[in-house]
């Protein structure tokens, strides 16, 4: 307690010494060209970083449904499977399946985030803890939240269906309550479907926001979201080791069952921003969060796969229940040549995780083999499948086990792990946005954080079947984790709509991982891996309204590898590293065209004079062009290109490259009414776009027609 009133003393005591000029604060509004998630929101121009933006909307204009589909059109960013039940995504080949953010704060579990209530999605590239503490470790994803508006009365409604059976509704509406309340309430429902057997799923979203007006310096925004998704948890094919690629034959057959692969979750968001001007130049927010996750998955999967002996079937159920409390303060103040950020962040995350995996009533054990067919799915009841031919264990066993003889498998006898996780995090920052001229520009600042995570192991002992439960001889461990993380950026403008700038930032990992599950092996005594970025670029603001960037990047992680126990030393070695250049250009060339363009080159490596890291394509680029035939009608073009990629080892499987086409017409008969047409994967394109493991390889969509219709009231 006496640590929280110091660090929240020292924040508020910035207003006594940057309080006084008079200058316009900036930031009150939301705008393309700005990223919000920064504090304060800077244009895109001044951001000595890699940045893309996407509003609602293009998400609207290119019919996006997840983040995967805003990805594919992200220079220098690509999908992970994410093993068919989270966002996963690879930032300059770093992956990450928890550097997510919502209006600044994190946002971690892992799941499948919806748009429906964005205002835009800002996606940030290369190390930098500043403002967002541990993990951003090669970039991160933000999500901007809808809030109410005051003075205003709107709203939208958007209903949609496509070609494989999937439809979905969404509600926008924004009511005045009285001169100073305003209340918006965002809503929406999906039926999901794709081009795999099995695949279904429901999401439903609810997300009432209400803005108070205090007085004319003070703003209060509240805001509920309750989520409930569920889908089929798909982890794709297998590859075959004569060709080192994804057995095309296959494309159609699905791993697992409608009752046996599912993801569950349910969520409860409460959010409340305080926003107090307290003079012309001085603005203080305090942002109180407090989360609810209760996610379940389970899943069968290739682990292995032969021509001769069939496929080995794998699988486990696993549930997480996180409880996060996060409260965020900072104080902005403007002066004579430049902004001076000072910020304070708590976070407590308890986290509870259970394992179990699959037990089959044949081999007693977590693993089956069978040979593949089209439907795996027999609707054999108490949750069994058939097979046509299985293996036991140590090889095939013909008299064993019969044609169509059916083998049972369950969840709960053969528990893996369970764990209990306690995370508390206390950090401050401040960063300084100072002119040095005319021309030149410094970003300075630094972040100092303070991580202790207490990890509570229960202990897993085994009958004489080999199935796990839980023992009770548990074991807890903590650790504690201070670092600081400085951020040095200089921005050339030889003109005001030009930019050169040299950034230097770092960024953190704890050694208990994204999801906090365990420390593996000595990592308890481990400093955080440390990601360092350097980078160079050039942004152009073009007088039409577009703008093009290119950067060139590198990193390099600083790991620890072994722990020598009679010494208490650490051997710290390199990992990866990482370079490569961008290039985009995006918005309007002239009044009747619009692009994105994006093209990235990566070259990572798992560590120093080692070979080629996983899940990152070498070469990936997008266009997206839409022309304003006229007042009623456009047309837009898109592609994109993503090279080949090793699945796990440059020895191993790999994704091979390919090239997808896409198009969209937007028909506005009235200004209140709008009907868009999009058609994905025009060519019908067969291809792999990510993989979890060498047998677990996703099919990309086959081509899809997605009708829908919004109405503006």
Do not use: C
Not at 51 to 70: A, H, Y
């Amino acid at each position: 307690m006496k640590k929280f009133i110091y660090l929240t003393a020292l924040v508020f005591s910035t207003t006594v010494f940057f309080g006084q000029e008079e200058m316009e604060v900036k930031g009150n509004v939301l705008f393309k060209d700005q990223v919000n998630s920064l504090k304060p929101p800077v244009p895109v121009l001044d951001v000595p970083q890699s940045v893309s933006v996407i509003t609602d909307d293009d998400i609207k204009l290119q019919g996006f449904r997840q983040i995967g589909d805003l990805i594919r059109y992200t220079p220098g960013v690509n999908t992970s499977q994410g093993e068919g039940h989270r966002d996963a995504v690879v930032f300059r080949g770093v992956r990450s399946t928890a550097d997510f953010y919502q209006d600044g704060l994190r946002d971690d579990v892992q799941y499948y985030r919806s748009l429906y209530n964005v205002e835009q999605v800002e996606i940030i590239k290369g190390a930098n803890a500043l403002m967002f503490g541990r993990g951003g470790t090669g970039g991160l994803i933000n999500r901007v939240s809808k809030t109410a508006q005051i003075g205003e009365t709107f709203g939208a409604l958007d209903v949609g269906g496509d070609s494989f059976g999937g439809g979905d509704v969404a509600l926008d509406g924004n009511v005045v309550v009285s001169d100073n309340v305003a209340f918006r309430l965002n809503f929406h429902l999906d039926s999901l479907a794709n081009h795999r057997d099995m695949y279904s799923g429901d999401r439903i979203g609810v997300n009432p926001t209400m803005k108070i007006e205090v007085n004319s310096d003070t703003y209060i925004d509240l805001s509920y979201e309750y989520a409930d998704h569920e889908r089929f948890v798909d982890r794709g094919i297998p590859t075959l080791d004569a060709s080192k690629s994804p057995i095309e034959s296959m494309k159609d057959i699905v791993f697992g069952t409608e009752d046996l692969n599912k993801q569950t979750v349910e969520a409860n968001i409460l959010r409340g921003t305080l926003e107090h001007n307290y003079s012309d130049t001085g603005k203080l927010n305090l942002t109180v969060s407090a989360n609810d996750f209760r996610k379940m998955y389970k899943n069968l999967y290739v682990s292995d796969y032969t021509v001769a002996g069939g496929a080995k079937m794998d699988g486990y159920r696993d549930v997480t229940l996180r409880e996060s409390t996060i409260i965020s303060l900072s104080n902005i103040n403007e002066f004579d040549r430049g902004t001076l950020a000072v910020g304070l962040e708590i976070i407590d995350t308890k986290n509870e995780n259970t394992r179990h995996n699959t037990y089959w009533s044949s081999t007693r054990d977590d693993n089956e083999i069978f040979v593949p067919q089209r439907h795996m799915n027999f609707n054999v009841a108490n949750g069994a499948l058939a097979t046509r031919q299985a293996l036991a264990s140590g090889g095939l066993a013909a008299g064993d086990i019969t044609a169509n003889q059916i083998t049972y498998v369950d969840y709960t006898s053969d528990m893996n792990n369970k764990s209990d996780t306690d995370i508390e995090v206390t950090s401050i920052y401040l960063q300084g946005n100072i002119d040095l001229s005319d021309r030149w520009k410094m970003v300075l600042g630094g972040r100092y954080d303070e991580v202790e995570t207490t990890i509570l192991q229960y202990g897993i002992s085994k009958d004489a079947q080999d199935r796990g439960t839980a023992s009770g001889t548990n074991t807890s461990k903590t650790k504690d984790d201070s670092l600081f993380s400085p951020r040095l950026g200089i921005i050339f403008k030889p003109q005001e709509n030009m930019s050169l700038y040299f950034s230097y930032s770092e960024a953190f990992q704890p050694r208990s991982g994204e999801q906090y599950k365990t420390f593996s092996g000595d990592s308890d005594k481990f400093n955080p891996d440390v990601f360092e970025n350097t980078e160079l670029g050039f942004k152009y603001d073009i007088d039409a309204g577009a703008q093009l960037a290119v950067s060139y990047f590198s990193s390099e992680q600083t790991k620890a590898t072994a722990f020598n126990s009679g010494s208490g030393e650490v051997t710290r070695e390199i990992g990866l590293e990482i370079d490569g250049f961008e290039v985009s250009l995006n918005g309007q060339v002239d009044e009747s065209n619009l692009i994105r363009f994006g093209l990235a080159s990566v070259d990572a490596t798992k560590s120093k004079g080692s070979g080629a890291t996983k899940e990152v394509p070498e070469l990936t680029y997008s266009l997206w062009w839409n022309n304003q035939v006229n007042d009623i009608f456009d047309i837009s073009l898109g592609l994109t290109y993503q090279d080949e990629s090793f699945i796990n080892a440059e020895s191993g499987p790999k994704l091979p490259d390919y090239t997808r086409f896409d198009m969209a017409m937007t028909i506005k008969p009235t200004d209140e009414d709008i009907v868009r047409i999009n058609i994905e994967n025009l060519s019908d394109e067969v291809y792999y776009p990510h993989s979890h493991s060498d047998h677990q390889v996703s099919v990309g969509e086959s081509a899809n027609v997605r009708i829908s219709y919004s109405k503006s009231f």
